[in-house]
T-cell receptor, first 112, second 114 residues
Framework: LAKTTQPISMDSYEGQEVNITCSHNNIATNDYITWYQQFPSQGPRFIIQ???TKVTNEVASLFIPADRKSSTLSLPRVSLSDTAVYYC?????????????FGGGTRLMVKP | DVKVTQSSRYLVKRTGEKVFLECVQDMDHENMFWYRQDPGLGLRLIYF???????EKGDIPEGYSVSREKKERFSLILESASTNQTSMYLC?????????????FGQGTRLTVV
């Protein structure tokens, strides 16, 4: 099971772009990279998923280099409401319990 | 909208009691999960189920069991509650296949064992 390493916390200011990097040196060929967001007193919410290169949706972009040993979640022009914990997950879609194993997450604080 | 509903938002139980946490999803998802979340420890997987009557242990199954008799319902059972099981419990579901990583979570049950 690929282990993920993320910064424990990050601070930013409103309007800035935030990049959160996740290391997953032991990622396997069949593993996908998934990011979730969790607000206080709520369950996590799926943000984005990718396998390689770049994926973009209305919320974020996900950058994955060719060796796939890391990934970067990019949040453009953050607002106060983006203050949350962000989790990086790595797993094989063919194994439900494997693909949804959470690590410690990164606590993002957006300041005015 | 997918809805994952947990039976209680807050629960207080006594040490040694048998505790049932219920979770129901309305999207016909194959996968269902139980996690607990504690400050500083993130979300830890207790059990997951990929089909009716099928289950797999997660990272911390000790002291817990699960039941999935119907596709939409996944129950977490604390056979004999202890104070170290005081925690936030989160249930989730996801479809099988290509979108299996897109899980939907319930609002959580904050369990206090006294």
């Amino acid at each position: 099971l690929a282990k993920t390493t993320q910064p424990i916390s990050m601070d930013s200011y409103e309007g800035q772009e935030v990049n959160i990097t996740c290391s997953h040196n032991n990622i396997a060929t069949n593993d996908y990279i998934t990011w979730y967001q969790q607000f206080p007193s709520q369950g996590p919410r799926f943000i984005i998923q990718g396998y390689k290169t770049k994926v973009t949706n209305e919320v974020a972009s996900l950058f994955i280099p060719a060796d796939r040993k890391s990934s970067t979640l990019s949040l453009p022009r953050v607002s106060l409401s983006d203050t949350a914990v962000y989790y990086c997950l790595v797993g094989d879609k063919g194994n439900a319990g494997n693909m949804l194993t959470f690590g410690g997450g990164t606590r993002l604080m957006v300041k005015p | 909208d997918v809805k994952v509903t947990q039976s209680s938002r807050y629960l207080v139980k006594r040490t040694g009691e048998k505790v049932f946490l219920e979770c129901v999803q309305d999207m016909d998802h194959e996968n269902m999960f139980w996690y607990r979340q504690d400050p500083g420890l993130g979300l830890r997987l207790i059990y997951f189920s990929y089909d009716v009557k099928m289950k797999e242990k997660g990272d911390i199954p000790e002291g817990y069991s699960v039941s999935r008799e119907k596709k939409e319902r996944f129950s977490l059972i604390l056979e004999s509650a202890s104070t170290n099981q005081t925690s936030m419990y989160l249930c989730a579901s996801s479809p099988s296949g290509a979108r299996g990583t897109e899980a939907f979570f319930g609002q959580g049950t904050r369990l206090t064992v006294v």
